[in-house]
């Protein structure tokens, strides 16, 4: 097997759509048994205090999830090739069809609610993360 370089597998990746994307995490996890959700541990009374005391920063970047693609599925998939112009009609129709899944990552609030706004009107149910 040849070895590429980091910059190689760097532009490989971004040049992937959502769905090789999600299918490369997939098939990274299966392989080395791991997980990409991020570990949460319970906090200790002092670091619990700690935040209690210090004000919340507001969240910045958003994840779009379609929960529930609803009865107009065609309408949905219509609605997420306006957002996301790099999916073809075949990868919108599997993220669709796989709801819930993400179809937007780390978009700002302004971007996160343009999404959730027309695929609701479409028909979906949106939760932003």
Same mark, same amino acid.
Request: hydrophobic fraction near 45%.
């Given at each position: &097997?040849? !070895? *590429?370089s980091k910059d190689e597998l760097i532009q490989a990746v971004e040049e992937m759509s959502v769905l090789e994307l999600a299918e490369l995490v997939k098939a990274l996890e299966d392989k080395f048994g791991v997980s #990409?959700?991020? &570990?949460?541990? #319970? /906090?200790t =009374?002092?670091?619990a205090q700690a935040s209690d005391a210090? /004000? !919340?920063e507001e969240q910045?970047?958003? =994840?779009? *999830?379609?929960?529930?693609?609803? #009865? =107009? !599925?065609i309408g949905v998939i219509k609605a997420l090739r306006?957002?996301?112009?790099t999916l073809g009609l075949k990868e919108a129709k599997d993220l669709v069809d796989a709801a819930p899944k993400e179809v937007m990552t780390a978009v700002n609030k302004k @971007?996160?609610?343009e999404a959730k706004e027309k695929l @609701?009107?479409?028909? #979906?149910? *949106?939760?932003? !993360?």
């Amino acid at each position: &097997m040849a !070895k *590429i370089s980091k910059d190689e597998l760097i532009q490989a990746v971004e040049e992937m759509s959502v769905l090789e994307l999600a299918e490369l995490v997939k098939a990274l996890e299966d392989k080395f048994g791991v997980s #990409a959700q991020a &570990m949460v541990a #319970a /906090p200790t =009374n002092g670091a619990a205090q700690a935040s209690d005391a210090e /004000p !919340k920063e507001e969240q910045t970047s958003f =994840n779009v *999830i379609i929960a529930v693609t609803g #009865a =107009n !599925k065609i309408g949905v998939i219509k609605a997420l090739r306006e957002l996301v112009p790099t999916l073809g009609l075949k990868e919108a129709k599997d993220l669709v069809d796989a709801a819930p899944k993400e179809v937007m990552t780390a978009v700002n609030k302004k @971007t996160a609610d343009e999404a959730k706004e027309k695929l @609701t009107a479409a028909g #979906a149910t *949106i939760e932003l !993360k």
